[in-house]
């Protein structure tokens, strides 16, 4: 049994991400001998932070059959919400601070579902929009003007380290991929969002009710990426209206999640999956900042990791249809993206 467990893992996504990455480090440790050192390796888990805090709304939004384009509009709205609010009542300890950023994105979140869920709009264009749009209110609101952050017991988190190595914001986002991996894999809910992503007809048989846990999951989109504003604003000690639309951390979290085996068509992986994708990203970004490769070489590279999830996506998605005799074409139609239909 243990043999079997053994070459399941050795053929899982999570494996492959793991041999990718540990070829990556080896071949920047030779080219770039003290690459990794402590400094460096802290302001890597620093920026993987970020990424790994919107795997956790993006992920089981795309098992859901689900995609939101809006995370890092609410995130940069949220963190402006946070610092005006830190402004406005220096008095009050920071973290009751954050339920009033947390409703922000928690009433984004549910416009995003009104919008998709009640009038049926496709998702992808339906998000965008809403993205355009909270950027220019959170542009006009604060006339483009950054807010700095002076409550030193909160950015003085990002400055804290366990063992004087990992940061402190890096795990709680750990704590969050393990919470929501925890959910996807052992509770009902996340059964049900995979079974409404795989398929919604038979989830409808099955007495759940695919709109209830789409709504519920644009919702949670929007809290966290409200919260990784919040963190935001706190490692860079400042909330800048264009913060997030510039790092766009949603896209990060997006193309991990594809590589670490979450369909993009929905019904199927893993939050572990996506980590250690968004792991794999970050690695690959630092390793060319360290050998002094130009910087848009990473944009290429990491839309080039897009097609080639997308594809292997899509190849898996063709057998698996194939191997249950069905249509993979869906009717002539083509494969049907995320919010593209009910």
């Known amino acids: 049994m243990k043999t079997s467990v053994l070459k399941k893992f050795t053929q899982s996504k999570i494996f492959q991400l793991i041999v990718i990455g540990a070829i990556v480090v080896i071949v920047t440790t030779i080219i770039q001998g003290n690459a990794y050192n ?70 984004i979140g549910a416009l995003n579902a009104f919008f998709i869920v009640k009038l049926n709009l496709v998702a992808f264009i339906a998000t965008m929009a809403m993205s355009t749009v909270i950027s220019g209110i959170t542009n006009w609101t604060v006339k483009g003007v950054q ?31 393990v919470f929501y991996s925890w959910m996807m894999m052992k509770t009902n809910l996340g059964r049900n969002i995979v079974m409404c992503g795989g398929n919604a007809a038979a989830a409808r048989l099955a007495g759940i009710n695919p709109q209830k846990i789409k ?60 980590f250690f994708g968004v792991a794999l990203i970050q690695l690959l970004a630092y390793s060319l900042q360290t050998m002094g490769i130009p910087i848009w070489v990473n944009g ?23 191997k249950l005799g069905l249509n993979s074409e869906g009717g002539g139609k083509g494969a049907v993206m995320p919010g593209m239909s009910k």
């Open 38 to 107: 402590k400094p460096n390796l802290r302001q890597i888990m620093n920026t993987i932070t970020i990424n790994l805090i919107f795997v956790c709304a993006v992920a089981p939004l795309l098992m859901c059959g689900g995609i939101d384009w809006a995370g890092s509009a609410i995130g940069t709205a949220a963190m402006m919400v946070f610092a005006k609010l830190l402004q406005m009542f220096p008095g009050i300890p920071w973290p009751i601070m954050l339920l009033p950023l947390m409703i922000s994105g928690a009433i």
């Open 147 to 177: 807010l700095q952050i002076t409550d030193k017991a909160f950015t003085g988190l990002s400055s804290t380290f366990l063992f004087d190595m990992i940061p402190v914001f890096f795990i709680f986002a750990l704590i969050l991929v």
């Open 300 to 322: 290429l590279i990491n839309g080039m990791l897009l097609i080639i999830a997308l594809t292997i996506d899509d190849i898996a998605r063709r057998l698996r249809m194939k």
């Open 215 to 274: 709504t519920m999951l644009f919702i949670n989109s929007g809290v966290i990426a409200s919260l990784g504003g919040a963190v935001w604003a706190a490692q860079n000690r400042m909330a800048t209206p264009t913060a997030l639309m510039t790092t766009t951390p949603h896209m990060t979290a997006f193309i991990g999640a594809l590589l670490g085996g979450v369909s993009f068509f929905g019904g199927s992986g893993s939050l572990g999956g996506a």
